[in-house]
């Protein structure tokens, strides 16, 4: 029986359900990307203040561009041996995963589906991956 892998996810983490027969396993793996924070306020020398202020923005989205790119790659190097994909999760990072996952040889071709999801219990996904998949045969 081949193996299939289910997991929930958003710019904070990654929880995988891998499914093979009985035998269930689940990881979960950490973004450790920056949150979205407004800078403190306080004098700057040199421009504006909001000149500044846009100018370290593009630098911090940079940054978390970065930061989630190296969390997608650590997520997709942990779906090779899944034979069929399936992505959940509130936001943005299912839809930026799934193109991470298109760009890696051995994962393009796999199945993977997109599905919108609210944050769920381990238990919760664990038993939304089975009925997905038993449910997709």
């Not at 689940?26 to 306080?42: F, I, Y």
Request: hydrophobic share 35%; with cysteine; charged share 30%.
């Amino acid at each position: 029986m081949k193996k299939n892998t289910g997991l929930w996810i958003d710019h904070k983490e990654a929880i995988l359900v891998s499914i093979e027969g009985d035998e269930v396993v689940v990881q979960r793996v950490e973004s450790n990307a920056e949150s979205h924070h407004k800078p403190s306020g306080g004098w700057k020398s040199g421009g504006t203040n909001v000149a500044q202020s846009v100018s370290n923005e593009h630098i911090d989205e940079e940054r978390r561009k970065h930061q989630y790119h190296t969390f997608y790659q650590k997520v997709t190097g942990l779906l090779g041996d899944s034979a069929k994909l399936a992505v959940f999760g509130p936001g943005e990072a299912k839809i930026e995963l799934v193109k991470e996952i298109e760009k890696v040889a051995e994962l393009h071709k796999k199945e993977v589906a997109v599905e919108a999801c609210e944050r769920l219990t381990e238990n919760q996904l664990v038993a939304k991956v089975k009925t997905f998949f038993s449910a997709h045969k």
